[in-house]
């Protein structure tokens, strides 16, 4: 695996290599993070989503277009999403949100704006908002709840 120098946080700078190599660290940090989480608390609480997404990088340039080719999706708000960066099948929401913010600091260590962010999967929630505010990175919140 690459290493990335992350002393300087110039995004342009990144090559396809190092945008996989952040994806891979990203992921192995969620994967991680999540796994302790589920050995401490097993599945404890409700069922949902969780997800990073970065923001403020057009797929037009020459950063958005080596983070295509990277790997990485666009989502419907134009973020590139992560989509459950840990990886785990649980359907604990509490699990998947401690992998999400994991991957979103090694983001933000990168010099990316990223947010974690996650839904519950309950009718009785309905349109409810389930984001919580990643203030320990530094990110803003974006509430999104989608009722199944």
């Not at 708000?77 to 990886?87: D, K, R, T």
């Not at 962010?117 to 984001?131: D, I």
Request: aromatic share 8%; with cysteine; hydrophobic share 40%.
């Amino acid at each position: 695996m690459n290493t990335i120098n992350v002393s300087t946080t110039d995004l342009n700078s990144y090559t396809v290599a190092d945008l996989q190599t952040i994806m891979a660290a990203a992921k192995t940090a969620a994967n991680d993070a999540g796994v302790a989480h589920m050995d401490t608390h097993g599945e404890h609480a409700y069922c949902g989503f969780a997800w990073v997404n970065i923001h403020g990088i057009k797929g037009n340039t020459k950063l958005g277009k080596r983070m295509k080719a990277a790997g990485y999706d666009k989502d419907y708000s134009g973020a590139y999403s992560i989509w459950n960066p840990s990886g785990l099948g649980t359907q604990c929401m509490n699990t998947k949100e401690v992998g999400a913010e994991a991957a979103a600091r090694v983001f933000k260590a990168c010099g990316f704006s990223g947010l974690g962010t996650q839904c519950m999967n309950t009718k009785e929630v309905g349109a409810e908002a389930a984001a919580r505010v990643f203030k320990a990175c530094g990110f803003s919140a974006y509430a999104g709840s989608r009722a199944d």
